[in-house]
């Protein structure tokens, strides 16, 4: 008999490496490809600012049995942010259309040549990347910050992360980002101003307003919702199912039948949950598969579907062998005496080398980045000043808030209560650094008694890194004459918990299953060894840690796989 497919691929996840593969498998097949994504759609504006909708904007699916703030943890939200508290690392992901593109950094940076040296095949190296790479940063609007006189583009953080870098005997760069300053890089639309992308989608000259990581209601940010996603839905009908979760793949025989010791040459039949509905159960039957929910969703759902479900049994057992989280670490320098104003532009513009790209240094490489906060953070950021005098004002500022309600007292007691309040720039003289190295990428990702995803992460191994990390944030501090220097607080002792936003590994590419779990050869790129028709498209795949901000190394990838599938060379025009 013949099968009836209803789809000849499906996508699960949107991320870079689902919407790279939902546009280009839809340009193949018009009408034929459909993307399961379990986050939401955030048209311009509708990202949460209020204290309620911030604190409900958090993932949190009961069956998962996660460990939540009270506000949420029992009940079921479909929010932004996804935090995952594993062995001595945290995670944090992205759920919504366009997946962590939504709230990440923006930085589309390619790691030196030294980085796949160790465990890469040749077929992925960076000088077999490189048309990936380009046509991505082309799709991806990536740029530098646009320089000129107008006073509204000066961004005070750069400057002082050049000078420490000068200082410290080492070379800063402005980066590429994938924020929208207008179509033309050399004449940049005014702060503010609306025009369509090339792509057709509605976008606003980039306000500098450093919301990045918290999503872009004015959609200055290039996320993938507004170039990929865009063309593969109005261009190439491709069917995007919101607040669904994939739940399981099951290979089929030649007469269209589930079989668990068939290996996908029939196509597959593929399970969601609707999310608003229930978690009712739905299915439909494809050619083939792409599993691109990021490195954490895609090991999780491929290892319940080999050791819990049992209907992918043969894929490697290198599965969630050589996770990464890229090397990242996040901490403060708490008022200097220089102006920093980490409240204002895109939330990074430059990138300081520490023997990444020169002189490289595997055991202590990383690349050290300015960062910025919301504005109304350092509302609150001001609030917490410590001191007595301090202290007083800020009972003051109380009392005449409460009385101005209570006995109708002018707003201008307030006004000076909150000068009072707020004076010294503790914010405006704080520095935000964020560095990403390469770490050991010995990290395990295992399913738990309860079948959901766990990470053991061997934080000892990569302490030459975070060392190397750690005695620079010393330097920054006496250089720029901060009162301290202040990892995040999960990394004190006894903790020594780290937090990543660049989860990696899990299904790294090979020559063969014994030493990976994707196949690496040029004709079946990306495909699940044992399995065919079905693929990995993310993070998972990366071999090892890159250093420099993983965005541009997936996207090259993905690009790669969705050549291999297609047979379509990739464009910038998609």
């Known amino acids: 008999m013949d099968i009836k497919y209803d789809y000849e691929a499906i996508v699960i996840g949107s991320g870079f490496g689902g919407s790279i593969s939902t546009c280009r498998l839809a340009k193949k097949w018009p009408a034929k490809v459909m993307l399961l994504e379990r986050g939401k759609r955030y048209p311009m504006g509708s990202f949460p600012r209020s204290p309620r909708g911030m604190a409900n904007n958090f993932w949190n699916l009961l069956p998962e049995k996660r460990n939540r703030p009270q506000n949420i ?69 990536a740029r530098p910050i646009p320089q000129g006189d107008d006073p509204r583009r000066q961004v005070i953080r750069t400057g002082l992360f050049q000078e420490f870098a000068k200082a ?22 005014e702060i503010g101003v609306q025009e369509k992308n090339r792509y057709g989608a509605l976008q606003t000259s980039c306000v500098y307003c450093a919301e990045c990581d918290l999503g872009c209601n004015t959609q200055s940010k290039n996320s993938l919702d507004l170039n990929y996603l865009h063309v593969a839905e109005t261009r190439y009908k491709a069917a995007i199912k919101t ?76 599965l969630g062998q050589h996770f990464s989280g890229n090397g990242d670490f996040l901490s403060f320098v708490i008022d200097g005496d220089k102006p920093a104003d980490p409240n204002y532009g895109p939330v990074i513009t430059q990138g300081t080398d520490y023997n990444l790209f020169k002189n490289f240094n595997r055991d202590h490489a990383f690349i050290l980045e300015d960062a910025s906060y919301p504005n109304f953070a350092a509302w609150y950021t001001e609030g917490l000043k410590p001191g007595f005098s301090h202290f007083n004002a800020f009972i003051r500022t109380a009392k005449l808030a409460i009385a101005r309600f209570i006995q109708g007292i002018t707003n201008g007691q307030i006004g000076y209560a909150f000068n009072e309040l707020l004076k010294g720039d503790l914010s405006y003289t704080s520095s935000v650094l964020l560095c990403m190295g390469i770490d050991k990428s010995n990290g395990v990702m295992e399913l738990n008694d309860d079948g959901f995803l766990h990470v053991k992460w061997p934080y000892k191994d990569s302490m030459s890194l975070y060392q190397t990390i750690l005695d620079m944030g010393n330097r920054f501090k006496e250089w720029s004459g901060g009162k301290a220097f202040i990892p995040l607080p999960n990394w004190l002792w006894p903790m020594k918990s780290n937090i990543t936003v660049h989860s990696l590994g899990g299904c790294r590419l090979a020559n063969d299953p014994a030493e990976g779990v994707t196949s690496a050869a040029v004709d079946t790129f990306g495909q699940v060894f044992g399995y065919t028709g079905l693929y990995v498209a993310d993070g998972a795949l990366l071999p090892t840690a890159v250093g420099a901000n993983p965005v541009a190394t997936i996207c090259a990838l993905s690009e790669r796989v969705a050549e291999g599938i297609t047979g379509i060379k990739p464009d910038a025009d998609l």
């Open 73 to 141: 943890a029992d009940k079921e939200t479909h929010g932004m942010f996804d935090i995952r508290n594993f062995e001595h690392i945290d995670a944090l992901v992205s759920a919504g259309l366009g997946g962590g593109s939504l709230i990440y950094a923006n930085v589309f940076l390619q790691p030196p040549d030294e980085v796949f040296d160790q465990s890469w095949p040749e077929t992925s190296k960076k000088e077999a990347l490189q048309p990936y790479y380009e046509v991505s940063k082309k799709v991806l609007g």
């Open 168 to 189: 410290d005997g080492r070379e800063s760069q402005l980066l590429d980002i994938n924020v929208f300053f207008g179509n033309d890089f050399n004449n940049p639309t």
């Open 243 to 318: 607040e669904v979760l994939g739940e399981k793949i099951v290979p089929l025989d030649a007469q269209g039948n589930e079989n668990l010791a068939a290996s996908g040459e029939f196509g597959y039949r593929v399970y969601w949950q609707d999310l608003n509905d229930g978690h009712a159960q739905h299915s439909a039957v494809t050619r083939r598969v792409v599993v691109s929910a990021g490195t954490l969703g895609s090991n999780e759902l491929l290892m319940r579907c080999r050791d819990v479900y049992k209907t992918l049994p043969n894929i490697s057992q290198k």
